[in-house]
């Protein structure tokens, strides 16, 4: 779904770091000289504030810009005020997930890794119904607006400009009973059918591998515009931290890399699946 706002609200900061960078002045100077506070400045190019376009003209004007560079600003601050498709089920979705569901809308590649559960964009809305529940304080209709949330956000595998997606899961997450055996029956069926899309690779890291890098879950999405740069995403229980730093990206490529190398083969990845739901059918 292209046009997240997330995505435009992102990529407007990142321009305007840059403009400032180039004219070489500090965002303190910025705002002296526009009559705001450097904090302000700031804000705008950390994505922690809305930016309105008279904000994009009036630093284009600072900046002395071409028309086309403030037009395209301007567009970008008026696609970010607009409010992505997952927010009309608020209640859902922590509000710190928010961030997360609208850089994956827009991301042309997807690295996971998963130890004690399924990847969600991989999770049977069976699956995604028992892990809601078992989470203290959510209502039934705010368990139901999560699980339409987790199909919508499912439906970028189906694509035709689906992200290439590649997963490594934990042998862990295949023999964790969510509910019952019948439904990780039904789970790892799904799973092997998904297996089978163009857009998806998965691998399964077995027990035994030996050593690999021990780390909690992550994402890693990367973008179509070289002008975005990747991002490393990891969550809690309460937030979520994003990690956009070379040394943090290049960091988290090689460790992925290293757990690609020891988890199995895709072809040998079914294989284990299929032999582990012969033990949920006996």
């Not at 928010?98 to 964009?121: C, T, W």
């Not at 079914?270 to 006996?282: A, D, F, G, H």
Request: charged share 25%; proline share 5%.
């Amino acid at each position: 779904m292209a046009g997240s706002p997330t995505a435009r609200r992102r990529r407007l900061s990142i321009e305007l770091k840059k403009l400032r960078e180039a004219n070489e002045v500090t965002c303190a100077q910025v705002g002296a000289a526009l009559d705001w506070s450097g904090s302000k400045v700031n804000r705008m190019e950390t994505g922690h504030g809305r930016v309105q376009t008279s904000d994009v003209d009036a630093l284009c004007r600072f900046y002395e810009t071409s028309d086309e560079i403030r037009e395209f600003l301007k567009s970008l601050a008026k696609q970010a005020r607009t409010k992505g498709w997952w927010q009309q089920h608020a209640g859902g979705i922590p509000e710190w997930f928010n961030i997360y569901i609208g850089l994956e809308q827009e991301a042309s590649s997807f690295r996971q890794y998963q130890v004690e559960m399924i990847p969600g964009l991989l999770q049977i809305p069976e699956y995604v119904r028992e892990m809601y529940t078992y989470s203290h304080g959510i209502s039934e209709e705010n368990v139901a607006r999560a699980v339409q949330v987790r199909l919508e956000r499912q439906s970028l595998l189906r694509n035709t400009d689906a992200p290439d997606a590649w997963f490594v899961i934990h042998e862990a997450a295949l023999r964790n009973i969510i509910g019952e055996r019948s439904l990780m029956r039904m789970q790892l069926d799904h799973l092997v059918d998904d297996m089978k899309l163009p857009s998806v690779t998965v691998q399964i890291l077995p027990f035994g591998s030996g050593i690999y890098p021990m780390t909690g879950p992550f994402t890693m999405l990367g973008f179509p515009d070289p002008e975005d740069p990747d991002i490393v995403y990891r969550d809690g229980i309460t937030d979520a931290v994003y990690l956009e730093g070379e040394h943090h990206v290049r960091q988290y490529t090689r460790a992925f890399d290293d757990l690609r190398a020891v988890a199995l083969s895709p072809l040998q990845s079914s294989q284990l699946i299929k032999s582990i739901l012969k033990e949920y059918t006996r």
